[in-house]
């Protein structure tokens, strides 16, 4: 490995500003679990390592009282979301997902901020919080700027952030009332792994608790970014939230996706699965939603 200087910048402008100075040959660090693993395999060579953990900002999720946003920093720890009674209890979609990444070891140190500009579809982090309809907090030289979280991804291992750019939080907008969400990771095992396919799925109710008011599904290894397929999601708005209006939907789904043959599963597997998942993660979104009345 080759050596590198770790530098441990204590504000945003001042962490912006040596990533100025380095140019390429800086990387940003958070908890490092990406990074590092790509330095040991020879993929990144930086010769300086901007740490961006002494940065002052919320260790945990929180919700603005007067807005009803959820605000997520970049910075946060997996283990502070998981853990956090707040998103178990509102946010189940993105407890199913958190708690499933990696082990506890890994999400006591890796971060959401470091999850999504990693950028690979198999982000597990990635999936709830585009169903939740969030939007990603940008800072750089430049200043702020803000954008929805379903544009942010533009290939593997590409996210939207200029040379230097930090994300900084992730808000989500209030829930509405009668709103349940699920998330399942579909692989061989379900931790430690890279998923097969990720599938979230939200669902908000009208005031008879049956039709659908809004549908918000979410795919993970389904294409090259996380991805939603529009379709299925138009057909459920209006309808009854039925087992056979999901299963029609997830088989919209499937046929929607991106899906590839892999060594994780081949192309077929994977679309007829998202059929299956999403069916799943749409009764049990349903059940969600019924209970928060
Ligand atoms: C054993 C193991 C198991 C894993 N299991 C899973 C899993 O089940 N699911 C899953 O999704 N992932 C998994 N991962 C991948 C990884 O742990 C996550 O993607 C993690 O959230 C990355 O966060 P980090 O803080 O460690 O990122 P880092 O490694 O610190 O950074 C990742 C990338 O993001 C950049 N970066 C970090 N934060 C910011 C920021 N705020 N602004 C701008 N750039 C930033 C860095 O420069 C780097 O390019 C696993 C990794 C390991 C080693």
Not at 20 to 45: F, M
Not at 116 to 132: E, F, Q, R, T, Y
Not at 180 to 203: N, S, T
Request: glycine residues 10%; positive net charge; aromatic residues 6%.
């Amino acid at each position: 490995m080759r050596p590198f200087s770790f530098l441990t910048p204590e504000t945003l402008d001042e962490a912006i500003s040596l990533h100025e100075s380095h140019g390429k040959s800086a990387r940003y660090i958070a908890g490092g679990t990406d990074v590092i693993v790509k330095i040991k395999e020879g993929k990144l060579a930086p010769q300086y390592l901007i740490s961006l953990k002494r940065i002052v900002s919320r260790e945990r999720p929180y919700l603005d009282a007067e807005t009803g946003e959820l605000h997520i920093g970049a910075f946060t720890t997996h283990r502070a979301i998981e853990t956090s009674p707040l998103v178990q209890s509102r946010y189940p979609i993105l407890h199913d997902a958190i708690k499933n990444i990696g082990s506890v070891q890994i999400r006591n140190v890796a971060t959401i901020g470091g999850n999504l500009v990693n950028a690979v579809p198999s982000a597990d982090g990635a999936i709830p919080l585009i169903a939740l309809d969030g939007t990603a907090h940008i800072y750089g030289t430049k200043g702020k700027r803000t954008m929805a979280l379903n544009r942010f991804f533009l290939g593997p291992g590409q996210c939207d952030l200029d040379s230097g750019e930090i994300l900084t939080e992730i808000v989500i907008p209030p829930l509405a009332a009668r709103t349940g969400g699920a998330y399942v990771k579909h692989g061989r095992r379900e931790a430690m792994e890279l998923p097969m396919l990720g599938v979230g799925v939200l669902l908000s109710l009208e005031e008879d608790m049956k039709t659908c008011a809004k549908a918000r599904i979410c795919l993970g290894v389904a294409a090259p970014t996380p991805f939603r397929p529009l379709s299925a999601e138009k057909y459920l708005v209006g309808q009854a939230v039925t087992e056979a209006h999901l299963a029609e939907a997830g088989q919209m789904a499937g046929e929607e996706s991106k899906v590839r043959d892999s060594i994780r599963g081949v192309a077929w597997y994977r679309r007829e699965m998202v059929g299956v998942l999403v069916k799943r993660m749409g009764l049990l979104a349903l059940e969600r939603a019924r209970a928060q009345g």
